[in-house]
């Protein structure tokens, strides 16, 4: 026969399961992906007011005065939304990353009131009528609903994506914790509900054993709860600002503004505190902590597609789903601009951190719709680890440098800092210094390589050519230390100065009776500068210099990834008069198809073409198919790295219009540039020079 001490056992551990059932379903939704995420979240509230309301029942039962359920459908259906309205209540608020001390008190209040009314239209479906509240028992048990709820609240939000040693154990007991206060909150609604003449059943003679039930389990109860909201709360405290916040259950010192106001995430200052905090912990326990910057790709296209507004809003989205990706015990700061930055503590293995890392990258990858706009990003993603990778001050720099590496592989993934990148970084980080100093001590020089006419030999212009007078290592390329310039953003100001400095030359050649044409080399950075034709101009003008003497080179390359950009762009140099040449032509299928487009009055063939047109037919006739659609569209054909003389000729026979090589001459210093192009304009008219 089943004893009602039987019942009750039996309740009691189906509440703890359905606990720890519940901690279970909160995982699961916390790693759905956004598209997934409301879908699951509405599922599982089902599935979770199911069990509230089976719960109840059998409490209600329990209480051996509701013998019959359901003489009134209608209550009863009030009784199931009530169950979803209180499921639903505790998912959607452990859901966040944080969780204020109001967000918490009103989330609380809300379910303990559904647990309340729900028990109470449980006994009024099962035909209770003619009832009383008694309104001090009522308020007691409310104020323990309440607390029931605080408590399931903050413990799952707590243990939400904890993957400690301690994690199956830590589930059970807060389930066992969390059963215990529904149990004594049901006990006292249970006695707050006085039936003055019951239809069914006798008013509960078992009253005095309830009371005694009560008297047990409330103290226990009560003492545990306070002791781990106090404990949890202590940690987040923030007497300051009076400002209470349960996030991640970590101390940050907040006497700075300590959050970043546009996504509300910790921002950088915030950051180095956590780190300093986090990194003594390791030290003294001997752990590992992992360090992830996060920098968004194409992010600046997305400003400039659809204005600094959706940007802002794509931000805090992004914000929040790399939020929801990490573990609680993580961390995510925004570093700034598109760059965030999470720290993962409680590692148990490398698999552990490539798990989480792996989450936000596909978290990003997901589309996003903001505004009604359809955006599609990705995100790359640099690693190193504490104390493996080196000390704290190193950490970022090195996640930084794996980041750089993520994306020079392609974007849309992660990488972890290694002794490949390490020997990289060193090298990087000299150079950055190293640039500072070539800036500010004038080390950089151009040099030029004169551009001729393919028949006449006249000299049209010159290719101007950077390079930076080392104090060390003598005379280097762009190659050497271009990518230290653009990571570091030293990238504007060198070539602002090459612009410049040719313009210069331009001026100098006119002064003396020289008509010269430049060419500079414009990198894809740039022509991300919605200034760059106002800085143009501006320089122009500075020197005095006409429009048309500047030729502007893009490779062909980024007119290919960032065609978009370009067009508007190069339509904005064709009106003010400037030229633009297509350099590195003929490497991509791209070149045919696409050169009707952009707005470009010059192509100049690769290296790798001219090399061969003297010693194979194949070559040459590409080549020749290359100059013959070049002209079609009204375009100039320059021929690059012509070294000898069957190479000339054999570009002179296909049309080719100019060109430039060691053939005629290496890159030479302005003055020689000078005497060069006078002695050349000389004799041109009167025999071959070259
Ligand atoms: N809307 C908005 N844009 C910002 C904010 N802070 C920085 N930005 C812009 O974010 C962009 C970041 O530049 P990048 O990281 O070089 O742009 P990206 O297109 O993501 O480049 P890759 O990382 O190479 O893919 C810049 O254009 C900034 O103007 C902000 O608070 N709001």
């Known amino acids: 026969m089943i004893t009602t001490q039987m019942l009750l056992v039996a309740l009691f551990t189906s509440s703890v399961v359905g606990c720890f059932f519940a901690f279970k379903l909160v995982d699961r939704l916390r790693v759905a992906t956004p598209k997934e995420h409301d879908f699951m979240l509405k599922k599982y509230a089902v599935v979770m007011a199911a069990g509230i309301f089976s719960l109840h029942a059998g409490y209600q039962f329990l209480a051996d005065n509701i013998p019959k359920v359901s003489q009134h459908p209608i209550d009863l259906i009030g009784c199931m939304l009530c169950s979803y309205l209180l499921a639903a209540a505790i998912l959607k608020t452990v859901h966040k990353k944080r969780l204020p001390l109001r967000d918490l008190l009103s989330a609380s209040a809300a379910t303990g009131i559904s647990g309340y009314l729900l028990s109470y239209f449980y006994q009024i479906s099962a035909g209770a009528i003619n009832i009383r509240i008694d309104s001090w028992t009522a308020l007691f048990s409310l104020f323990l609903a309440c607390l029931t709820a605080a408590l399931a609240i903050v413990t799952i939000l707590w243990l939400k994506g904890y993957s400690g040693k301690l994690e199956k154990r830590l589930k059970w007991m807060f389930s066992i914790e969390i059963a215990l206060g529904f149990l004594a909150s ?72 300590a959050y970043d106001p ?22 003294r326990n001997g752990e590992s902590l992992a360090l992830a910057y996060i920098d968004l790709d194409h992010f600046k296209p997305v400003n400039d597609q659809f204005g600094h507004h959706i940007g802002d809003l794509l931000l805090i989205e992004v ?24 720290v993962l503590s409680e590692i148990e293995n490398h698999q552990s951190v490539v ?17 009604d706009h359809v955006i599609e990003i990705s995100c790359s993603v640099g690693v190193s680890m504490y104390p493996q990778d080196g000390n704290l001050q190193k950490l970022k720099l090195n996640a930084d ?18 002794a490949e990148i390490e020997q990289a970084s060193d090298e990087m980080q000299q150079t950055r210094i190293e640039l500072k100093q070539a800036i500010s001590e004038q080390e950089f020089r151009l040099l030029f390589q004169p551009k001729v006419d393919a028949i006449t030999r006249m000299v049209h212009g010159a290719e101007a050519l950077l390079r930076w007078q080392h104090p060390a290592r003598g005379l280097l390329s762009p190659n050497s230390f271009i990518e230290a310039a653009e990571r570091f953003g030293m990238i504007e100001e060198i070539n602002a100065w090459v612009i410049s400095q040719a313009c210069r030359t331009i001026s100098q050649a006119r002064d003396r009776g020289i008509d010269l044409s430049i060419s500079v080399n414009m990198s894809n950075q740039q022509f991300r500068n919605k200034q760059l034709g106002a800085l143009i101009q501006s320089i122009l003008e500075a020197h005095a210099v006409e429009s048309r003497n500047l ?10 990834h960032h065609q978009g950009q370009f067009k508007d762009t190069l339509r904005q140099f064709k009106q003010q008069g400037l030229k ?32 061969n047109v003297a010693v194979s037919h194949t070559s040459l006739s590409i080549v020749e198919a290359i100059v013959k659609l070049a002209h079609a569209l009204n375009l ?13 000729k054999a570009l002179v026979n296909i049309g080719c219009d100019q060109m430039q090589g060691f053939l005629f001459s290496k890159p030479v210093e302005q003055q020689y540039l000078f005497d060069l192009f006078s002695k050349l304009q000389s004799q041109s008219a009167t025999q071959n020079l070259f």
């Open 551 to 560: 030729i502007l080179e893009v490779s062909e390359t980024n007119a290919i």
């Open 580 to 611: 633009i040449s297509l350099d590195d032509f003929g490497l991509h299928p791209f070149s045919l198809t696409h050169l009707e487009d952009l707005e470009v009055s010059e192509v100049k063939l690769d290296r790798s073409l001219t090399k």
């Open 186 to 257: 049901h006990t006292a609604i249970n006695l707050s509900i006085v039936h003055n003449n019951m239809l069914i059943g006798q008013p509960s003679d078992q009253a005095d054993n309830y009371l005694m039930l009560l008297l047990v389990l409330v103290p226990v109860f009560l003492f545990i709860t306070s002791f781990i909201l106090v404990i949890f709360y202590e940690r987040n405290i923030d007497l300051a600002q009076s400002k209470l916040t349960f996030r991640n259950t970590q101390t940050v010192n907040k006497k700075f503004l």
């Open 636 to 648: 100039n054909v320059v021929a690059e790295g012509v070294e000898d003389e069957e190479q000339r």
């Open 355 to 371: 798990t989480v890392i792996q989450r936000v990258v596909d978290a990003l990858r997901e589309t996003f719709v903001i505004e």
């Open 319 to 342: 914000s929040k789903r790399i939020s929801n990706a990490i573990r609680n015990c993580d961390y995510v700061a925004r570093a700034g601009g598109d760059e965030f930055i999470a």
């Open 401 to 418: 440098a794996a980041m750089y590496k993520a994306k020079e592989n392609g974007k849309n993934q992660y990488r972890f800092f290694d």
């Open 262 to 283: 546009l996504t509300h995430l910790p921002n950088r200052d915030a950051l180095n505190q956590h780190l300093i905090l986090s990194a003594k912990r390791c030290d």
